[in-house]
């Protein structure tokens, strides 16, 4: 019974997708800590914590970013044929998310403020660090989720 439940999970695209994407952003966050303010004041559990949170918001855009792609291709295998539409959709999907995330964050709900040491990017004042997280991570996850959906087909 066991095995028939990690085999269908396995199978899953979306569950891949929030696994393997929590994964990789979760070292990326702990990375990139100490580009926001208020580090000092945290112990290490809150930072954990703190980077676990995001690093789940992480794993949601990227399952979102996903369906995106699903809506385009019209297929939930879109990974198998890997066609440039959607996969360019999943990535755009992140980057709008993110980019939204981040304004939202740091200019609306103030919930968090860069360090003097994160790059902004001009006119928007988005951090660079987290724009270049959805560059980079992705196109890495997306792999690793196809190599798991090719490997049980």
């Not at 792999?143 to 798991?148: A, E, I, K, M």
């Amino acid at each position: 019974m066991g095995q028939l439940w990690i085999s269908r999970a396995v199978r899953n695209p979306e569950a891949n997708f929030l696994l393997i994407s929590f994964l990789f952003n979760f070292v990326w966050e702990m990375w990139q800590m100490p580009f926001y303010e208020g580090l000092k004041t945290l112990d290490y559990m809150s930072v954990v914590r703190t980077c676990t949170q995001a690093s789940i918001g992480d794993g949601v855009i990227s399952v979102l970013a996903y369906w995106s792609a699903v809506v385009i291709a019209r297929s939930r295998d879109w990974i198998h044929q890997m066609a440039v539409t959607p996969a360019l959709t999943y990535l755009a999907t992140g980057l709008v998310i993110t980019t939204f995330m981040e304004w939202l964050a740091t200019d609306v709900l103030d919930r968090w403020q860069y360090a003097p040491n994160m790059p902004e990017l001009p006119i928007l004042g988005t951090g660079l660090l987290p724009i270049l997280q959805w560059l980079i991570l992705p196109p890495l996850i997306l792999w690793f989720v196809r190599q798991l959906s090719v490997g049980t087909s």
